[in-house]
């Protein structure tokens, strides 16, 4: 809705402050806060000190990053190529092709995702595709996971395509292959870039799944934030989590500087 007069826009906004403050705002202030503390003190932390800082850069708190960077990142390209792929297809199989993709592809996301994890678990348990027990199956759940998100991304960038750029390559006898690459994915490039930005915090965050799947030895970060806060370890877990929203927010800030060069080209 346009506001048009200053009254109308102070009262917009002062509405924005006292919904996105105590909802958005404070919590992660709070984390942040925590993150900095040794113990309460009535309402608010005190005690300031960086130590849990120290402790989350090094050893298993960054052994448990680089796990869930490379996680995300394997997660999203393989869901990214997926769900490109797919919608790409979609497109040339009509409304009925595309709707049952629609429907597999968003299975996933219309069921909780514990229960993604226990079907990957039961079924990549037992030969011939046995992958319990090692990385792969934490990769696979993930990118289950955060492929519907590709896919309909893609898909509704499809649709927005000005199909007279394919028409007038193919016009000047360019091939299938060469109009795929050399037209439709550049044009396509910004609303990939926004998918793999989508994917990759979402799996940067999976945690239900993931509790019934990981194994010792590839332990994501918000496990062991999850674990330590059960522990009571209460700002360590802050820190941690500190450690995760600026990691995914300094990857989200890179892709949107790619998307921006790109919907520039």
């Known amino acids: 809705m346009l506001v048009h007069s200053r009254t109308g826009r102070w009262t917009v906004w002062a509405g924005f402050a006292v919904l996105f403050v105590p909802l958005f705002a404070l919590p992660l202030l709070v984390i942040v806060a925590a993150s900095f503390s040794t113990h309460w003190s009535g309402a608010?932390?005190?005690g300031p000190t960086t130590a849990h800082y120290t402790a989350a850069v090094r050893g298993e708190s960054l052994q448990a990053l680089t796990t869930s960077l490379v996680t995300a990142v394997t997660a999203s390209l393989i869901a990214l190529t997926v769900g490109t792929w797919a919608a790409l297809a979609a497109s040339a199989l009509g409304k009925r092709g595309e709707r049952v993709l629609d429907a597999l592809f968003m299975l996933p996301v219309a069921v909780p995702s514990v229960v993604v994890g226990l079907?990957?678990?039961v079924a990549f348990s037992q030969p011939p595709v046995l992958l319990n027990g090692t990385r792969w199956i934490v990769i696979l759940a993930h990118t289950v996971l955060v492929t519907a998100f590709a896919h309909q991304s893609v898909s509704a960038a499809i649709v927005r395509l000005d199909p007279m750029y394919e028409q007038a390559a193919a016009s000047l006898?360019?091939?299938p292959s060469y109009v795929l690459l050399r037209v439709k994915l550049p044009l396509l490039l910004p609303s990939?870039?926004?998918?793999a930005g989508l994917c990759f915090a979402l799996s940067m965050?999976?945690?239900s799944a993931t509790m019934m799947l990981y194994p010792p030895d590839w332990l994501p970060l918000p496990v062991l934030i999850f674990t330590a806060t059960d522990r009571g370890s209460l700002f360590t877990g802050s820190a941690l989590a500190v450690v995760l929203m600026a990691a995914t927010l300094l990857a989200l800030l890179a892709v949107c500087r790619i998307?921006?060069?790109a919907s520039f080209r």
Do not use: D, H, I, K
Request: charged letters at 20%.
């Open 259 to 261: 998307r921006t060069r």
């Open 192 to 195: 990939l870039n926004a998918a």
């Open 205 to 207: 965050g999976e945690l």
């Open 173 to 175: 006898g360019a091939r």
């Open 119 to 121: 079907a990957v678990l």
């Open 44 to 46: 608010f932390p005190s």
